[in-house]
């Protein structure tokens, strides 16, 4: 955040600086998503009838469903459960989002998150100045 820093307290004309933090940014999100994309997450509705396994991007892994409690549902209730149990592995999935976020961001959870260093040039910027 060296750069960016910088950038935003008046000097604008480290531009070569701020593009290389930039990359450098651009590098970690890369590197996290890939990482992300490997790990897996759990769900499951209430009655832990239906469990469903999404990556750390949300995409459908696996789903597997209880035969010995299929009796007790109709096909409205299993897509209910079904629904239910993705829900809840995309809820882990964006818990695990929000700590890789944290993390690249430089902020721990229990803090706020830093103002953006160039807001006041983008304002400026939009302005016109």
């Known amino acids: 955040m060296r750069h960016a820093d910088a950038f935003s307290s008046g000097w604008q004309d480290d531009v070569a600086g701020l593009l290389r933090e930039t990359e450098g940014w651009a590098r970690a999100v890369t590197g996290a998503l890939g990482e992300l994309e490997e790990e897996r997450l759990a769900g499951a509705d209430p009655s832990a009838t239906v469990r469903v396994e999404v990556s750390g991007t949300g995409r459908l ?69």
């Not at 035969?67 to 007790?72: G, N």
């Not at 209730?77 to 882990?92: C, D, M, P, T």
């Not at 818990?95 to 803090?111: F, H, M, N, Y």
């Open 61 to 129: 892994r696996k789903l597997s469903i209880d035969p010995r409690c299929l009796r007790a549902l109709d096909h409205e209730q299993l897509a209910q459960a079904v629904r239910e149990a993705i829900v809840a592995a995309h809820l882990a999935m964006d818990e695990r989002l929000t700590e890789v976020v944290q993390t690249l961001a430089g902020s721990p959870s229990d803090t706020a998150v830093p103002a953006d260093p160039l807001a006041g040039h983008i304002r400026d910027v939009l302005r016109g100045e």
